[in-house]
């Protein structure tokens, strides 16, 4: 099918989108370099980064299924996304004062729960303005401008680690820049949508509030956490790439590449699944995710380390967005913010699994046991998602 001209999208989501930049733009220029300042300069063992890894996304995906409740019974999103991306600008300059790795996982910690806070009312939000036969590309815009910050913090990470000899202190100051920006974006130019829908009478965390979600959802939200277990910490593709002898300050690079990948995928991808080729995508989301796990597995150099990070960025577009749209098409419109967090809570639950079992493997095994490990799981998801498609 041809991908004619549409209506243009919502200017919420737009401005969702530019909250997303500034924020992954900050997040990432710290993250792309936090496990090799972990390893390299606190002394940590690749388990303590993916218990860390672990327990921070957990820790979001815990905190989403309430905050997109809560969201649900107020009727109003906005408070929750100032809170969430609030407490993520006040968690940057943490980190380059933490001296520990205690310190280092409080920084972590408290940025993740603000992930959590803001989450799932953002997605919901989202789905809010914008009609449902444009929810794919809104969703794919949303995740590609989102991105394009995680594509530029790696770049701002090796920039600024060349410029001042390796220092990661004085690299991590400047994410606080695009991070307050970004809480001033939402003040000014994201606004709660209208709505007429009865508010709920209590926050709707309950058996029979969840037993209104449809089947359709469960099975997405256990789709999507094999997939998780799959994938693991990012933390683990830029340990490989400094294990396949790329440089220090390069290293991020290979976070840039995966992110430039996935950016510039979600959006098209997202209009592919308006168009309804909705099987295809997610079965070659799948396949994807199992050829970036071998290659990271088998490869030996750098040119292997960034083969995997494209498939990996390939994988991402075909399925993130994509599964998000599928989570708004099938929740009922008054829990759409709860289906988010469970949705979230699930996939969190799984990457705290798959983190501390890629560091195990990658202390206990050999780096190459975690990618195979991985890519079995992802295999594992294919023949389910086959049978629900026939």
Request: hydrophobic content about 60%; aromatic content about 8%.
């Amino acid at each position: 099918m041809s991908l004619s001209p549409r209506p243009a999208l919502p200017a919420q989501v737009v401005a969702l989108g530019w909250v997303s930049l500034l924020m992954d733009a900050s997040s990432e220029l710290i993250h792309s370099l936090l496990p090799l300042y972990m390893v390299t300069v606190l002394g940590a063992s690749a388990l303590a980064v993916g218990i860390i890894e672990g327990i921070a996304e957990a820790t979001a995906a815990m905190v989403k299924i309430f905050s997109g409740a809560i969201s649900d019974w107020m009727g109003r999103r906005k408070p929750l996304l100032l809170a969430g991306y609030g407490l993520g600008a006040i968690s940057k300059p943490l980190f380059p004062l933490a001296e520990t790795l205690t310190a280092i996982f409080a920084a972590r910690f408290l940025d993740r729960i603000g992930k959590g806070i803001r989450g799932a009312p953002r997605d919901a939000l989202v789905a809010d303005v914008t009609p449902p036969a444009q929810r794919g590309a809104a969703y794919g815009l949303r995740q590609s401008m989102d991105t394009v910050g995680a594509v530029l913090g790696p770049l701002l990470a090796v920039a600024l680690m060349s410029l001042t000899h390796d220092d990661f202190r004085a690299t991590f100051w400047v994410a606080v820049i695009p991070a307050m920006l970004c809480v001033l974006v939402i003040v000014f130019a994201v606004h709660d949508a209208p709505t007429t829908l009865p508010r709920p009478a209590r926050i709707p965390i309950s058996r029979a509030e969840l037993a209104r979600l449809p089947r359709a959802f469960w099975w997405l939200t256990g789709f999507a956490a094999l997939l998780t277990l799959a994938r693991f910490s990012e933390a683990f593709l830029l340990l490989r790439g400094e294990n396949l002898g790329i440089a220090l300050a390069w290293t991020p690079a290979l976070l840039a590449l995966m992110n430039v990948v996935y950016a510039a995928s979600a959006w098209p991808l997202g209009r592919l699944f308006d168009s309804g080729h909705r099987r295809g995508l997610l079965i070659a989301g799948v396949v994807l995710l199992v050829a970036a796990d071998l290659v990271l597995a088998w490869g030996h150099g750098p040119w292997a380390v960034a083969l995997g990070a494209v498939l990996w960025g390939l994988h991402m577009g075909a399925t993130q967005g994509i599964l998000s749209a599928l989570v708004a098409d099938v929740a009922p419109d008054d829990l759409r913010g709860t289906a988010f967090g469970c949705f979230s809570l699930a996939s969190g639950i799984a990457l705290l699994i798959a983190s501390v079992m890629a560091g195990a493997l990658w202390t206990w095994v050999d780096p190459s046991a975690t990618f195979f490990a991985g890519a079995m799981c992802a295999a594992l998801a294919l023949p389910g998602l086959l049978r629900r498609i026939r």
